[in-house]
């Protein structure tokens, strides 16, 4: 397992700006997960380690887009509809011998190559048959109903670039280029935890004083839509050792280990202390909210990341931080994020120098355009606030106020999962 070193890091004391840890960790994460070989059906959401380039022109030749009958242009009438000569047959997977004949048309289907000579593809029901003719109709440009030869891909050019997530339509542009397999980067090994005294696990008998761990869940299906092996190590009690002997257990065999709670400046808090004590601090608090109280460190070579207990502050700060960091270690190249641009139909005010994530769910206004509507509640802890919304507001470090009727930028969960 490829290792980091402990002070590729420098410590920001201060709440770092979501841009700058974004940068940070994009140019000091190495990728460490290995290539490896996958065939085509096993290749769905891989990152791809190689780029692949096309081995043929795709299509390899020239063919009929549509059912109907094969001309040369030339042979057309300016002034009017033009009677051909039925000459020959074309179907798909088979190639008609010999030139096309002057004068003629070929009956052709879908997807049969273009018979030498010929340009132009009349659809079938734009014609008209009689005994041994055909009429076809004036006005259509020469090329039409035809798809050439590496319209689609040249040989030798770049089909699917280095780093991407392959999705359905890439494995079929695989498989349309002839390859059976595709190089792609081992999946990620995380550990999770949940920190607390005030903690269970579902199916556990709840004391008075405790609540169930949500947030290991949570963690676990966000991270398997990934494509991360998870290994689920449980929950953490509020002790110091405890904590420290873990977190250097999980480092030893994962190539991240992330945490949720434990990360505020309380005296029961001990993430942050161990991660400071154990590892080299890479940053402690954000200028976001809610995921302020965010740190992550390496210790013994491996990344560690300390996320917020409150479920909505673990959630932003995974799709935000940790998200940026599966990508670097896996290899992947993420697309920039395009929010929507939506109207607000809430009022808002915040603290300048903080990015701002407002829970929101769209709806379409009156006059057609979308719409954001805040939830009602602001709290971090809600878990309802993120089932029953759609989406998330940004509002950037130098906005200070909302007004109903601005434009404000939009990012949908279906985004950030």
Not at 12 to 25: C, H, I, N, P, T
Not at 54 to 59: H, K, M, Q, S, W
């Amino acid at each position: 397992m490829a290792q980091l070193s402990n002070d590729c890091f420098a410590f920001v004391g201060q709440a770092m700006r979501l841009e700058e840890a974004g940068s940070l960790l994009k140019a000091r994460l190495p990728i460490v997960a290995e290539p490896e070989a996958v065939a085509l059906a096993a290749a769905d959401g891989r990152i791809l380690a190689e780029r692949v380039i096309a081995p043929i022109d795709l299509p390899a030749f020239d063919n009929s887009a549509v059912d109907g009958y094969a001309v040369r242009h030339a042979d057309l009438a300016l002034d009017g509809p033009t009677i051909l000569g039925l000459s020959g047959r074309a179907a798909a997977g088979h190639r008609v011998d010999g030139a096309h004949r002057q004068g003629g048309a070929v009956r052709i289907f879908t997807g049969a190559p273009l018979p030498t000579g010929t340009d132009t593809v009349f659809m079938q029901e734009d014609c008209q048959l009689a005994k041994g003719t055909v009429t076809v109709p004036t006005g259509l440009p020469v090329g039409a109903n035809r798809r050439r030869r590496g319209e689609d891909l040249h040989a030798g050019e770049e089909a699917l670039p280095s780093g991407r997530r392959l999705t359905p339509h890439d494995i079929g542009l695989a498989a349309a280029l002839g390859l059976t397999t595709l190089t792609v980067r081992r999946p990620l090994r995380v550990a999770i935890f949940s920190t607390g005294d005030e903690l269970v696990s579902p199916g556990q008998s709840l004391p008075s004083a405790a609540i169930y761990d949500s947030n290991r869940f949570v963690l676990h299906a966000l991270l398997r839509r990934l494509g991360a092996v998870v290994s689920d190590l449980n929950i953490l009690p509020d002790r110091f050792e405890t904590v420290r002997g873990a977190l250097r257990q999980a480092a030893s065999c994962h190539d991240l280990v992330l945490t949720s709670g434990g990360v505020s400046m309380g005296e029961e808090d001990h993430v942050r202390a161990v991660l400071e004590a154990e590892g080299s601090l890479v940053f402690w608090r954000l200028a976001i909210k809610p995921g302020r109280p965010v740190v992550m460190a390496v210790v013994d070579g491996t990344p560690l990341i300390g996320l917020p207990g409150n479920p909505v502050a673990l959630f932003v700060t995974f799709a935000f931080v940790a998200r940026q960091v599966l990508a670097a270690l896996g290899g992947e190249s993420l697309a920039p994020l395009l929010p929507a641009r939506v109207r607000a139909a809430f009022g808002y005010r915040k603290k300048p120098g903080r990015r701002e994530f407002v829970r929101s769910s769209l709806r379409r206004g009156d006059d057609g355009i979308l719409v954001a509507d805040k939830f009602p509640v602001e709290g971090a802890g809600l878990i309802t606030s993120l089932t029953r919304t759609d989406g998330l507001v940004q509002l950037t470090e130098e906005t200070t106020r909302v007004e109903p009727g601005d434009w404000v930028d939009y990012i949908d969960f279906a985004l950030l999962r």
